[in-house]
């Protein structure tokens, strides 16, 4: 794509290219794999940016309530550090955003906004950032790369930051995996779930962890599903936030008696997520338990059937810059 300006700032205004990307919802930790293991979900967000005169941000979709339109807008923000990353003078932007990916339930909306403004911002002045470098910048952003990794890359990530670098190694788990999610009907911030978190953990719950992480990456590299059920297992944060989730710890002894290959709280919750094999057919049981269990300790949630997203967040060359983002998005969300 040509740079729509020259020199150390942007043209702006009517004609000015509007790019579009699509990034993908994430899990992260992955039972075991805390701070370190994300998968991304076919559960998308949609972003359109483009040069203007003055800032300008729309929201669509109910995802939306409450996400700022001035520039305090995580977008906007994250947009505007790739312009100074890059070396370019600070543009007004107009933004426009729909997602599918529901806020603060732990399935990485923040990552996804952060991830696709990067991936926008990036694109409009001519990919001028490696995404490697991007990578970086997210992983600083949320100071975990297990999210943004999943859904920068796409696939089931491994990833370090050690608070000056993050590396990762990505694969892509087979297409017999299914995910099925429970969402309870309430937010819980990161921010919350973190904070009840130990500063110190014992050596033989690190060890635990070590283990369980290395065999659940093990098992998805061979294939062997089947070790699923022992690997997906934690001991550094699902006990410390099981009592923000009542039910959780139900849910995480019991699923697998129900059809689960394995189950864990997705990222800081407090949503609830299960592998399943696509080809055993017990996902009507399993669902049911989930919600059973959930509304047992007088949690409402809802259900969502989702798949891997081998893909990563993605320049969209098919959208029409002459309709309004949701039109342009119709046909693909899931609302
Ligand atoms: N790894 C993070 C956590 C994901 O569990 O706190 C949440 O964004």
Redesign the pocket.
Known sequence: MSLPGSGSGLAGGPGSPKVYVKVPAST??LGPG??ALGMALDLYAWIEMGIASTTEIRLYGDQMNGVPTDKSNLVYKVAQQVFDKAGIAHPELDIAMYSDIPLTR?LGSSASAIVGALVAANALIGNKLSPHELFQMASAL?K?P??VGASLFGGLTIAFWDGERAEYLRIVPEDRLDVLVAIPRFQLS?EK??HVLPEQVPMKDAVFNIGHASLLVAAFCSGRYDMIRHAMKDAL?QPYRAPLIPGMSDILERAEEHGALGVALS??GPTLLALVDGKEGRGAELERFLLDTLRDRGIEADTMWLKPCAEGAAVLSHFDPNVPLIDNVKGNVRT
């Open positions: 992260a930790n805390f701070d732990g949320e975990h297990d999210n990161t779930a973190r944060h990222g800081a």
